[in-house]
């Protein structure tokens, strides 16, 4: 083993309150299409331009198709072994009385399918709708979401939007309001929830090791965090096939696959 790589695990055997940061890249391995890249886009549009309330607000049967396809795409993967890995190191620490915190900018749930517990979702989930009218959240795993939904989301971009009617679109079950659904997932422009982000705080403020797995460390306030921790002079670990802007600011970069890096990292 890399003596460098042995000088970090020494790092987390000696840890007692870990937090690991994960965005697009460790959902990579297991099919999920990143944001960077090829896998930004479906059909002919960017996802960051669909993944906003204006979008919603201007065709909201566009932005369901986007989702219903994102919805389709990742009940049909699972959790590759950076996902398992990072779920056995937290039972692992935790039963040693150690902290391990799980903090995602994915709407994948893919942490939860491998077994992390108490997983912080900065963005929110491809399985929750939040209703527009009375805030209801619902957990819904329906693939349709809603029958006039069925079979729509093709990513192919010659496919024409299908423009269905807002009455036909995911609607609140609450039956006194009835209101149109979107996401509970926050879309660019958009606040994090403060309770999700004072989460993910305060444990950027007290840990004492930080793993950073398949970010691009592009979009805040999630590119704040590792920054801020190595700043504070605890050893971050940033584990990505290329470099990012945060790289220089990290103690530890190791380049390659998280399948093969961070299960070399947190094996007991
Ligand atoms: C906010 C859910 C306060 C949606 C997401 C101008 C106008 C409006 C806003 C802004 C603006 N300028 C800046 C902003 C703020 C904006 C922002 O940061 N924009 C960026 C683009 C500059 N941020 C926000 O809007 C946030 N809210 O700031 O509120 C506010 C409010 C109003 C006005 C001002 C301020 C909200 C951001 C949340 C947006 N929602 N997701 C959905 O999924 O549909 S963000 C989404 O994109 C992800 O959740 C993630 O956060 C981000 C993508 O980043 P990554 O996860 O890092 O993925 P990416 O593809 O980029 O990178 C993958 C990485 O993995 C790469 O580095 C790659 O090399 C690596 N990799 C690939 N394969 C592997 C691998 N690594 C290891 N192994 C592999 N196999
Ligand atoms: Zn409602």
């Known amino acids: 083993m890399h003596h460098v790589m042995k000088s970090f695990r020494e ?11 994960t965005g697009s890249g460790i959902s990579a391995e297991s099919g999920v299409p990143t944001f960077r890249g090829a896998g930004g886009f479906w059909r002919k549009y960017q996802a960051q331009n669909l993944a906003t309330p204006e979008a919603f607000a201007a065709n909201p049967s566009l932005v369901w198709e ?19 890995a990072v779920a056995e190191f937290q039972k692992r620490k935790m039963a ?5 915190s799980i ?15 108490d ?21 819904n795993e329906n693939i349709p979401i809603c029958p006039a939904l069925a079979g729509k989301g093709s990513p192919d ?15 609140c079950e609450v039956q006194s309001c009835r209101a149109l659904l979107r996401p509970d ?6 606040q994090l929830d403060e309770n999700v982000l004072q989460k993910a705080l305060d444990v950027v403020e007290t840990c004492d ?15 704040m965090f590792a920054p801020q921790i190595a700043r504070r002079k605890v050893p971050v670990a940033e584990f990505n096939i290329e470099e990012t802007p945060a790289t220089k600011q990290m103690q530890y970069h190791f380049q390659g696959p998280c399948t093969t890096t961070v299960t070399e990292a947190l094996a007991p």
Not at 185 to 190: D, P, R
Request: overall charge positive; charged content about 20%; some cysteine.
């Open 157 to 171: 971009p010659s496919i024409m939007s299908s423009d269905i009617p807002t009455e036909e679109l995911p609607r």
């Open 66 to 84: 986007f989702y219903e396809y994102r919805r389709q795409l990742v009940s049909k993967v699972k959790p590759n072994k950076a996902h398992e």
């Open 103 to 117: 903090v995602t900018q994915n709407i994948d749930a893919l942490h939860q399918k491998a077994g992390a517990e």
């Open 119 to 139: 997983v912080v979702e900065l963005h929110g989930s491809l399985y929750r709708t939040r209703c527009t009218k009375c805030r209801n959240i619902a957990f």
């Open 185 to 190: 997932i926050v879309w660019f422009g958009e």
């Open 11 to 21: 790092v987390l055997s000696n840890a007692s309150n870990i937090l690991i940061l």
């Open 209 to 223: 090791a930080c793993l950073v797995i398949g970010t691009s460390a592009i979009v805040y306030p999630a590119a």
């Open 96 to 100: 040693e009385g150690k902290k391990v």
